[in-house]
């Protein structure tokens, strides 16, 4: 089950994977065209580099605003 209007994302929106029973576990993320569904920005490099930057700050603990 995706979770968005088209059927795309293999990601929500913090980039974690989206397991086939439409649960997110663990600590791990995606960055970059896997999350088209999500974030249809995702190939160009600021918004690469904004994914690694949340998704850093999310693994470590930190705010992510």
């Known amino acids: 089950r995706c979770h968005d209007d088209i059927g795309w994302a293999v990601t929500d929106a913090d980039g974690r994977p989206i397991a086939p029973d439409a649960a997110t576990r663990g600590r791990m993320l995606t960055v970059g065209p896997l ?3 999500a974030a249809w920005e995702t190939t160009a490099v600021p918004e690469l580099r904004e994914q ?3 998704a850093v700050a999310w693994l470590a603990g ?3 605003a």
């Open 35 to 37: 999350r088209l569904g």
């Open 62 to 64: 930190l705010p992510r």
């Open 52 to 54: 690694a930057r949340r």
